[in-house]
């Protein structure tokens, strides 16, 4: 065993929890959401909210692995790593609202 590769394990393992934190919350957050521990208001349309929280996590995740691969530190690949999921969330419901704007019919 080399010395040291305890703590580089340790090391990474700690980095990849703190990058790969949003996947576990999403189905916790559904979970909540059909028990009825977590209510905002909307009946059975609540579970709704859980998509825009599993694109986010989604992205979140891939923004940082990439990120992770580059060599970014921690600290700012989380924080651009959440960046761009908030634009991607952004863009898209940018693009909905101009086709609803524009008398596009939704499915």
């Given at each position: ?28 957050t559904g979970l909540a ?33 990439l990120l992770w691969a ?38």
């Amino acid at each position: 065993m080399v010395a040291g590769s305890s703590a580089a394990v340790t090391g990474a393992m700690r980095r990849a929890i703190s990058l790969l934190w949003p996947l576990p919350l999403v189905p916790f957050t559904g979970l909540a959401i059909t028990e009825g521990w977590l209510s905002f208001g909307g009946g059975e349309k609540d579970i709704i909210l859980v998509l825009p929280l599993a694109v986010f996590a989604i992205v979140y995740v891939f923004a940082a692995l990439l990120l992770w691969a580059l060599g970014v530190a921690p600290a700012p690949a989380a924080r651009r790593a959440t960046l761009a999921a908030f634009l991607f969330l952004l863009v898209i419901w940018g693009t909905l609202f101009a086709l609803v704007l524009m008398g596009a019919r939704l499915p």
